[in-house]
């Protein structure tokens, strides 16, 4: 990840107020003069609510971008750019897709909650469950380190990590990778068999609970070093 670099987008799916403004893009205008800033136009995500009627969707691309050059956003100390023209973000998102556990997608607290806003949509697509899923597909294309969200987003970003880390301890592995964890498994004595269960139920089912009971284990072995650590976290 570059620390000094920033990913934020808006979905282009009607005119920006002046909630907008004062929200984020005078928030842009200032980070873009410190730091590495990517904003991009989210019209992969506008699409998650906004599937049935995409007629608004090409007219609010090109007039959300001349509010924001309006506003001050400047494209000699950013990059803008629009998502659905950046293949590698669907490629990346199709990847993670394979790799990460439903229940992970489920328990995301923003899918219930704006199931429940929407009610007037259907919403029972991949495409709004996946939402959190194709936005980690966003802040991992560019290896973003700074990502401002709302409250609500939270969550998301906790996801990204997860899924990054799940995503290099399938295929980021040192070649004798499982000879050495389970090594480092052993290395934890009698509490090791049941750091194992717990790790599996996350991996497999997304149990959060088991998550933090696994990492409190782990942390509370004094035998696995920094890089067992590593293998294991």
Known sequence: MFANRILSGMRPTGSLHLGHYHGVIKNWVELQQTHDCYFMVADWHALTTNYDDVSIIQKSIWDMVIDWLAAGVDPEQSTIFIQSRVPQHAELHLALSMVTPLGWLERVPT???????????????????????????????????????????????ELTREVARRFNHLFGREPNFEELSLAAVKKMGKSGKTFAQLRTSYLQGG??????????????????????????A
């Open 111 to 157: 899918y219930k909650d704006q199931i429940e806003k929407l009610s007037t949509k259907d919403l029972g697509t991949y495409g709004f469950l996946g939402y959190p899923l194709l936005q980690a597909a966003d802040i991992l294309v560019y290896k973003a380190g700074l990502v401002p969200v709302g409250e609500d987003q939270i969550p998301h970003v």
């Open 207 to 232: 149990d959060n609970e088991a998550l933090a009971a696994a990492r409190e284990l782990l942390a509370g072995s004094q035998n696995p070093g920094a890089a067992d650590r590593e293998r294991l």
